[in-house]
Structures are given as structure tokens and as C-alpha cells.
């Protein structure tokens, strides 16, 4: 086998090694009998109970194929609620009487998983004693093998996992549960207007992922990072962004030798690599897969996150997914650009050379807005993270205010349709705008929708806010069970009435009346924003506590379990759980600004002082400099050490804080700002401070020493 790896020149059929590492469905047609072929497809497609025989017949045939590619263990691979991954190896070894072994697994083995539970989160779902947990085989998504670098084979299976009575204690559960309820609607909608060919409706994602690399011998001298995946402290570099040079910049031979191997790792996995380029911080990339269906998408996301950063390791980098690993510069989010498509290719988000006409698109657009305006509380709370908190808001990331970008010419036609205007397009007034030289609407190339958190992008949506460390299973569940509900209630209308055509403007009309305040095309960062928002009543949740309190409503009770998403117990756990989680990564924060500063910013500074002492006392007090300095200094780290302590206190009290709203209330309100203010101080001390006596590396070495 070549060296895919190695910097040869070799060149590789790319199309040769795409999937190799899959059991996909060219693998599956050629190693399974034609009627299991045939009855797992229909599982997979149509959602029809699997057999056990069938699963037998699968799972041996999994297992030759996994064992001829080197492995020798099986893991259900699952998404607990913490935006990782999980897997428990299990080797393919059963003993025989006569003491060897052979390699076994069964459809049991292949469908059910037993792992012990007990330490995931379960917000109260699952009580410590009940560790029991169950992973459950998800046929469509396709199992994979993993490889290391050390020649380690391990086929993975994705599974959605569950406790023993049957709650969602994953993110893949209820993510199935609403691809399901968004297709059920969709097509109800579809036969009202008169097709009768479409089966059903897959939601489709393509996410982008931001992500930052840095040196690994930096990263190792830096506990923040090592902690908490961000820097806790650090004054700016004396250059940032503002050159705008990075953007697109062309790819230094590390970073493009980085990104060539992971393109590899990732294209065995099936994953769609596809885009890759300089994002606009300095050391920030990103990279896009094509689009597929939400579960895929979202099982590859999180194989894309995990491959970057042992991929980055293996070029002694370190990949850092946070959202705000600098101060300053920008931080890294996650692009969920998000339609709907039918089994027959129809993507129901295509407005087409005329859109005014198309009343599928109209319908469908309209419905996504409803929803989206609707729901702009559920939505902003899936995409609620501590890190996100630093992102949603600052000046380079939408704001924390839902709204959504049609574009002029959609704007347009939407508004006039609900004033019973009549459009024209394509004449006159529209020839200003080139449609008639484009074969399609011209889609998102204006620079005023980049800040808006929710865009219509020519065919799709894209969803702007998620944060580049979280799953994406979260925010495309609320996608899906919003659109649900939006596409519901129209399906009902359209089944009752008899002129569907007026009955589509009727609702084009009413969703502008009642909605259209969501819809802002202009400049999301701008100051007068935010106050014209507000008059128009749609909400600004600034943070992780206030947001997630969305779970908590009657509203959300209600959307999640009319559609059988989460039920009001799941959908409580899940807050419970987020909300810990919060105060946990602010709590880490805590522990970790206090070790630096303990333990390696206060020595260092007073060592200086020392230096400074005695260098006045050589001088016999005759150098204002060099008091100056000393003064400046111990001042400052007398105020560093009172802050210190505030940390500290905070922390102390919040952690001691038994209910969860309020614990969390806390470390927003005492604990993070006390941080903030720490670092103020600690940052003015470095700029003070010579380079060589600061004890971790500074921003000019980490974002400008790749
Ligand atoms: P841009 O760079 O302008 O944001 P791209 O055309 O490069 O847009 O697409 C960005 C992402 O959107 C890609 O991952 C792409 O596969 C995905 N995408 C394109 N069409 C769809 C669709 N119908 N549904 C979901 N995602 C889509
Ligand atoms: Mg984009």
C-alpha cells in the first residue's frame, strides 16, 4: 500500500481511496446475500424493522470485512450530551473448548450495546445504581473502521444511546426522531400541493468548520489552553487580523502538508472533505465537507473535530476547536447550512429562475420563517455554550439576535406577494440587479448578510451561530422540529382547501404580517441593530443561563413532545445538564486562573522586582525609570492578588451553590467577571514585563510562529 502520508510525488486515485475505510453501500451490495441486501435497505430507507436474521447475516459479513482490513475490535460509537464522542473497544475474540479462539460477532453484538452508563451525563434521568445504559445500531448512518497511526483497526458502528427505560441520554436519538417528524410533514405538505412521487424528505447539512492550529510546544507550556482549550490570559500581539492578509491567504507548506493528510484520514472515513482554506484570524482555518443527511452530517462532524486534532498532532500542532481560544481577533463557529431535499432529488429551498411563481419554494420558504420566528428563543438556546458566550455578540460573530437575511430581491417579492403587489421579474426593474445574465438568483455574494446568524444562501440556509467545539446534532434538531411545526400546520390548511394556489398566498400574506419582523437584511453589528430589534420585539439572550432557560418553557414542552422528540422529562435533563455544564467549564477557568497566577505569574513578577530593587538600590536611588517601573508594577500586582482572591471567593461560593440555576447564575455573575477583571490585570503586567522573564508563551508566538 502506498504511503498516502508521505510527501511523495506520487499521485493517488483519490477516488480509489474515498470510503475504502466504509461499510457503505457498494460493500454491502457485494458481501451480503441479495435478500438481506434487499431487507436492510428497506430498514435503512424506509425505516422498517430490522430482522434478527438479517442482522446476523450483516453483522458476520461486517466482521470478515473489518478483520480482512486489520481490525480486531468493535465499538458502538455513540454521542453522549457532551459534544464528544464515545467507545468502548470490544476484540472479536471467543474462546473454544480447546482453548484458542475465534472471531465471532453477532447481530445481537452488531444491534445492541450494554455499556455501563453510569458516568455520563443523565441529568437525573438514571439514577447511579440503574448504570445500565443502551447503545441501539443507527443503519443510516454507515459503519467505518478507525485506524492510528500505530496500525490500530477498529470498526466503529454508530449507535444512539439510551437508558434502560428508553430516554434519550444521546444526541443522536433525538436528532432521528426529528429528520423523521420534518420528512412525515414535508410530505404532507407536498401531496397537498398535488405531488404524488415524492417519498419522503431528508433534512441536509453541510457545516463548516472553524478551527485554529498552533504549535504543540507552545500549547504545552500554556495551562489555559491545556484546560480549558482557550487562553485564560495574554495581552494582543503588536499585529492582529487588521491586515486582513490570513483570509484566503495562500497555505504555508506545514499547514497545507497538515490539511493534505487530514483530507486522506477523513476521505477514508467517507467523509466529503471538500473546501479548505486561511480563515480570517491569524493560525484559523477552516474546512467544509458536501452536504449530506443531518445524521451523517453530524456523525462526520464529529469525526472531522476528532481527525483534525490527531491529525494536527501527528505535524506537532495542536488544534484548538474552541470558539474564543484568543481575545481579540476572531473566534471559530460552525456554518450549518441546512435544506430540505426530496428522495427524488427535489431540494424544496430552490427558488428557481422565478420564484414569485414558485409557490413550493414560497410555501416552504415562508414555513422556515415562521418557524424560525417562532422559535428564535429554541433555536439560540441549542446553540448555547459557555464558549459560544464569547463569540454570540462580539463584533465578529452574528449577534446573539435571531434574524434572518432573504436578500433583497426574495425581501422583495415576499413583501409585495403579501400586498397583493404584482411582481414582474426578470423585466425591467430587475435587469439592474443582472438576474437575467445569471442562470439562477444571484446568490449570497453581498457582503451585508456575512453578519447575519441566519442566511438564505441560494438554496439553503445557513445557520450562522453554532459554535465550532459543539455537535451540531442540537441546533439541527430544533431546525427540523421547528420546521415540523411550521410545515404541520400549512399541510393542514392545504389539505382543507380547494384553491391550494390562493390558499399558498393567503399564507405567503400571513407569515409576512405576522413574521416578517425576523427578516433583516442589513448590517447585524451595527449599534443601531440592536435598538431596532428591540422595537421590533425579537429577542437578544446575551448568555448560556438565560438562553437555555428555553427548555424550560411550556412552549418547548410542548413543540418537542407533540412531535416526539424529547419528552418533558428529557427535555428537563438536558437543560439540568447543560447548565452544569456551564458551571463546570467556568469552574475549571477558575481553578486555572488561580493556578497560573499562583503559581506562575506572581513569581515571575516578583522576581522582577527583586531584579528592579536591586538594580535602584546599585543606581542609590537615582533612576526615576526604574521606579517608575517598580511602582507601576507593584501596584499593579497588589490589585492582581486582591483580584485573585475574588476568584477564588466566587468560586468557592458558587460551587457550594446547590441548585443549578442559581449555581450557574453565579459563575456568570461573580465567577466569569471576576476572571475577566483578573486577567485585565495580568495582561497590563505583561505588557510591563520583560519577554524573557514571562513564564508562557505570548500571542506573537502562538499566532504567527506556524
Ligand atoms: P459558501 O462558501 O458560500 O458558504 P458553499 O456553496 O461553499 O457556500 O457551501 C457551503 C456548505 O453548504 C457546503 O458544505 C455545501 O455542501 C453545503 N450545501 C450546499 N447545498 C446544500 C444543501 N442543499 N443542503 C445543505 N447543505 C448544503
Ligand atoms: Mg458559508
Given at each position: 500500500?502506498?504511503?498516502?502520508?508521505?510527501?511523495?510525488?506520487?499521485?493517488?486515485?483519490?477516488?480509489?481511496?474515498?470510503?475504502?475505510?466504509?461499510?457503505?453501500?457498494?460493500?454491502?451490495?457485494?458481501?451480503?446475500?441479495?435478500?438481506?441486501?434487499?431487507?436492510?435497505?428497506?430498514?435503512?430507507?424506509?425505516?422498517?424493522?430490522?430482522?434478527?436474521?438479517?442482522?446476523?447475516?450483516?453483522?458476520?459479513?461486517?466482521?470478515?470485512?473489518?478483520?480482512?482490513?486489520?481490525?480486531?475490535?468493535?465499538?458502538?460509537?455513540?454521542?453522549?450530551?457532551?459534544?464528544?464522542?464515545?467507545?468502548?473497544?470490544?476484540?472479536?475474540?471467543?474462546?473454544?473448548?480447546?482453548?484458542?479462539?475465534?472471531?465471532?460477532?453477532?447481530?445481537?453484538?452488531?444491534?445492541?450495546?450494554?455499556?455501563?452508563?453510569?458516568?455520563?451525563?443523565?441529568?437525573?434521568?438514571?439514577?447511579?445504581?440503574?448504570?445500565?445504559?443502551?447503545?441501539?445500531?443507527?443503519?443510516?448512518?454507515?459503519?467505518?473502521?478507525?485506524?492510528?497511526?500505530?496500525?490500530?483497526?477498529?470498526?466503529?458502528?454508530?449507535?444512539?444511546?439510551?437508558?434502560?427505560?428508553?430516554e434519550a441520554l444521546d444526541k443522536k436519538t433525538p436528532l432521528l426522531r426529528s429528520m423523521a417528524a420534518v420528512s412525515k410533514?414535508?410530505?404532507?405538505?407536498?401531496?397537498?400541493?398535488?405531488?404524488?412521487?415524492?417519498?419522503?424528505?431528508?433534512?441536509?447539512?453541510?457545516p463548516e468548520q472553524e478551527y485554529f492550529l498552533i504549535d504543540k510546544q507552545f500549547y504545552l507550556e500554556r495551562p489555559d489552553?491545556?484546560?480549558?482549550?482557550?487562553?485564560?490570559?495574554?495581552?494582543?500581539?503588536?499585529?492582529?487580523?487588521?491586515?486582513?492578509?490570513?483570509?484566503?491567504?495562500?497555505?504555508?507548506?506545514?499547514?497545507?502538508?497538515?490539511?493534505?493528510?487530514?483530507?486522506?484520514?477523513?476521505?477514508?472515513?467517507?467523509?466529503?472533505?471538500?473546501?479548505?482554506?486561511?480563515?480570517?484570524?491569524?493560525?484559523?482555518?477552516?474546512?467544509?465537507?458536501?452536504?449530506?443527511?443531518?445524521?451523517?452530517?453530524?456523525?462526520?462532524?464529529?469525526?472531522?473535530?476528532?481527525?483534525?486534532?490527531?491529525?494536527?498532532?501527528?505535524?506537532?500542532?495542536?488544534?484548538?476547536?474552541?470558539?474564543?481560544?484568543?481575545?481579540?481577533?476572531?473566534?471559530?463557529?460552525?456554518?450549518?447550512?441546512?435544506?430540505?431535499?426530496?428522495?427524488?432529488?427535489?431540494?424544496?429551498?430552490?427558488?428557481?429562475?422565478?420564484?414569485?411563481?414558485?409557490?413550493?419554494?414560497?410555501?416552504?420558504?415562508?414555513?422556515?420563517?415562521?418557524?424560525?420566528?417562532?422559535?428564535?428563543?429554541?433555536?439560540?438556546?441549542?446553540?448555547?455554550?459557555?464558549?459560544?458566550?464569547?463569540?454570540?455578540?462580539?463584533?465578529?460573530?452574528?449577534?446573539?439576535?435571531?434574524?434572518?437575511?432573504?436578500?433583497?430581491?426574495?425581501?422583495?417579492?415576499?413583501?409585495?406577494?403579501?400586498?397583493?403587489?404584482?411582481?414582474?421579474?426578470?423585466?425591467?426593474?430587475?435587469?439592474?440587479?443582472?438576474?437575467?445574465?445569471?442562470?439562477?438568483?444571484?446568490?449570497?455574494?453581498?457582503?451585508?448578510?456575512?453578519?447575519?446568524?441566519?442566511?438564505?444562501?441560494?438554496?439553503?440556509?445557513?445557520?450562522?451561530?453554532?459554535?465550532?467545539?459543539?455537535?451540531?446534532?442540537?441546533?439541527?434538531?430544533?431546525?427540523?422540529?421547528?420546521?415540523?411545526?411550521?410545515?404541520?400546520?400549512?399541510?393542514?390548511?392545504?389539505?382543507?382547501?380547494?384553491?391550494?394556489?390562493?390558499?399558498?398566498?393567503?399564507?405567503?400574506?400571513?407569515?409576512?404580517?405576522?413574521?416578517?419582523?425576523?427578516?433583516?437584511?442589513?448590517?447585524?453589528?451595527?449599534?443601531?441593530?440592536?435598538?431596532?430589534?428591540?422595537?421590533?420585539?425579537?429577542?437578544?439572550?446575551?448568555?448560556?443561563?438565560?438562553?437555555?432557560?428555553?427548555?424550560?418553557?411550556?412552549?418547548?414542552?410542548?413543540?418537542?413532545?407533540?412531535?416526539?422528540?424529547?419528552?418533558?422529562?428529557?427535555?428537563?435533563?438536558?437543560?439540568?445538564?447543560?447548565?452544569?455544564?456551564?458551571?463546570?467549564?467556568?469552574?475549571?477557568?477558575?481553578?486555572?486562573?488561580?493556578?497560573?497566577?499562583?503559581?506562575?505569574?506572581?513569581?515571575?513578577?516578583?522576581?522582577?522586582?527583586?531584579?528592579?530593587?536591586?538594580?535602584?538600590?546599585?543606581?542609590?536611588?537615582?533612576?526615576?525609570?526604574?521606579?517608575?517601573?517598580?511602582?507601576?508594577?507593584?501596584?499593579?500586582?497588589?490589585?492582581?492578588?486582591?483580584?485573585?482572591?475574588?476568584?477564588?471567593?466566587?468560586?468557592?461560593?458558587?460551587?457550594?451553590?446547590?441548585?443549578?440555576?442559581?449555581?450557574?447564575?453565579?459563575?456568570?455573575?461573580?465567577?466569569?467577571?471576576?476572571?475577566?477583571?483578573?486577567?485585565?490585570?495580568?495582561?497590563?503586567?505583561?505588557?510591563?514585563?520583560?519577554?524573557?522573564?514571562?513564564?508562557?508563551?505570548?500571542?506573537?508566538?502562538?499566532?504567527?510562529?506556524?
Amino acid at each position: 500500500m502506498k504511503d498516502h502520508n508521505s510527501s511523495s510525488h506520487d499521485a493517488v486515485d483519490v477516488t480509489d481511496i474515498f470510503g475504502s475505510n466504509v461499510f457503505n453501500d457498494k460493500i454491502m451490495r457485494e458481501r451480503l446475500p441479495r435478500e438481506t441486501y434487499k431487507s436492510l435497505k428497506d430498514t435503512i430507507e424506509n425505516g422498517t424493522v430490522l430482522k434478527s436474521e438479517v442482522a446476523d447475516v450483516v453483522a458476520n459479513a461486517m466482521k470478515d470485512w473489518a478483520i480482512e482490513k486489520g481490525a480486531t475490535h468493535y465499538t458502538h460509537w455513540f454521542q453522549p450530551l457532551t459534544n464528544f464522542t464515545a467507545e468502548k473497544h470490544d476484540s472479536f475474540i471467543s474462546p473454544t473448548p480447546n482453548g484458542s479462539v475465534i472471531m465471532e460477532f453477532s447481530g445481537k453484538q452488531l444491534i445492541q450495546g450494554e455499556p455501563d452508563a453510569s458516568s455520563f451525563p443523565s441529568g437525573g434521568l438514571r439514577a447511579t445504581f440503574e448504570a445500565r445504559g443502551y447503545t441501539a445500531w443507527d443503519c443510516t448512518s454507515p459503519a467505518f473502521l478507525k485506524t492510528d497511526s500505530a496500525g490500530h483497526v477498529t470498526l466503529c458502528i454508530p449507535t444512539a444511546f439510551c437508558s434502560y427505560h428508553g430516554e434519550a441520554l444521546d444526541k443522536k436519538t433525538p436528532l432521528l426522531r426529528s429528520m423523521a417528524a420534518v420528512s412525515k410533514q414535508a410530505i404532507r405538505v407536498l401531496k397537498a400541493m398535488g405531488n404524488a412521487t415524492s417519498k419522503s424528505v431528508t433534512s441536509t447539512v453541510g457545516p463548516e468548520q472553524e478551527y485554529f492550529l498552533i504549535d504543540k510546544q507552545f500549547y504545552l507550556e500554556r495551562p489555559d489552553l491545556m484546560m480549558c482549550n482557550r487562553t485564560l490570559f495574554g495581552g494582543p500581539s503588536p499585529k492582529g487580523q487588521e491586515l486582513e492578509d490570513q483570509y484566503f491567504g495562500f497555505l504555508k507548506d506545514r499547514i497545507s502538508s497538515f490539511m493534505k493528510d487530514l483530507d486522506f484520514e477523513l476521505w477514508k472515513m467517507g467523509v466529503s472533505a471538500k473546501t479548505k482554506h486561511n480563515e480570517v484570524a491569524p493560525a484559523q482555518f477552516e474546512i467544509a465537507p458536501i452536504f449530506s443527511t443531518t445524521n451523517i452530517a453530524t456523525d462526520h462532524n464529529q469525526l472531522v473535530m476528532e481527525t483534525l486534532q490527531k491529525v494536527a498532532l501527528r505535524h506537532d500542532l495542536v488544534c484548538l476547536l474552541h470558539e474564543k481560544p484568543f481575545a481579540g481577533i476572531n473566534g471559530s463557529g460552525k456554518h450549518n447550512n441546512w435544506s430540505l431535499s426530496t428522495n427524488d432529488g427535489i431540494n424544496l429551498l430552490e427558488p428557481g429562475n422565478t420564484p414569485n411563481e414558485n409557490e413550493q419554494f414560497l410555501a416552504f420558504c415562508c414555513a422556515i420563517i415562521k418557524a424560525v420566528d417562532t422559535h428564535s428563543d429554541i433555536l439560540r438556546a441549542s446553540t448555547a455554550t459557555t464558549g459560544n458566550d464569547h463569540r454570540l455578540g462580539a463584533n465578529e460573530a452574528p449577534p446573539a439576535i435571531i434574524s434572518i437575511f432573504m436578500g433583497e430581491l426574495l425581501t422583495e417579492i415576499l413583501f409585495k406577494i403579501a400586498k397583493g403587489e404584482k411582481i414582474e421579474i426578470g423585466g425591467k426593474s430587475y435587469i439592474k440587479v443582472g438576474v437575467d445574465t445569471l442562470p439562477n438568483l444571484p446568490k449570497d455574494n453581498s457582503d451585508r448578510n456575512r453578519t447575519s446568524p441566519f442566511a438564505f444562501t441560494g438554496n439553503k440556509f445557513e445557520f450562522r451561530m453554532v459554535g465550532s467545539s459543539a455537535s451540531i446534532a442540537g441546533p439541527n434538531v430544533v431546525l427540523n422540529t421547528i420546521a415540523a411545526e411550521a410545515l404541520d400546520d400549512l399541510a393542514t390548511r392545504l389539505e382543507k382547501a380547494k384553491n391550494k394556489s390562493a390558499e399558498i398566498t393567503a399564507y405567503v400574506k400571513e407569515v409576512i404580517e405576522l413574521h416578517g419582523k425576523v427578516i433583516f437584511n442589513g448590517n447585524n453589528y451595527s449599534e443601531e441593530w440592536v435598538g431596532e430589534a428591540e422595537k421590533r420585539g425579537l429577542l437578544n439572550i446575551k448568555n448560556t443561563v438565560d438562553a437555555l432557560k428555553a427548555y424550560l418553557q411550556p412552549k418547548a414542552h410542548k413543540l418537542f413532545s407533540k412531535y416526539r422528540i424529547l419528552t418533558k422529562e428529557e427535555l428537563h435533563s438536558r437543560y439540568e445538564i447543560y447548565v452544569e455544564q456551564y458551571s463546570k467549564y467556568i469552574n475549571i477557568e477558575a481553578n486555572c486562573s488561580s493556578h497560573m497566577v499562583r503559581r506562575q505569574y506572581i513569581p515571575a513578577v516578583i522576581s522582577y522586582l527583586n531584579f528592579l530593587g536591586q538594580a535602584i538600590n546599585s543606581t542609590k536611588g537615582s533612576s526615576p525609570v526604574m521606579e517608575d517601573l517598580l511602582a507601576k508594577i507593584s501596584k499593579l500586582l497588589d490589585s492582581t492578588y486582591a483580584k485573585l482572591q475574588q476568584v477564588e471567593e466566587a468560586a468557592a461560593k458558587a460551587k457550594s451553590t446547590t441548585d443549578v440555576t442559581k449555581q450557574a447564575e453565579q459563575y456568570r455573575d461573580l465567577v466569569f467577571t471576576s476572571i475577566v477583571s483578573l486577567r485585565e490585570d495580568v495582561d497590563a503586567l505583561e505588557a510591563l514585563m520583560p519577554r524573557s522573564l514571562w513564564p508562557v508563551p505570548v500571542y506573537a508566538d502562538m499566532l504567527f510562529k506556524l
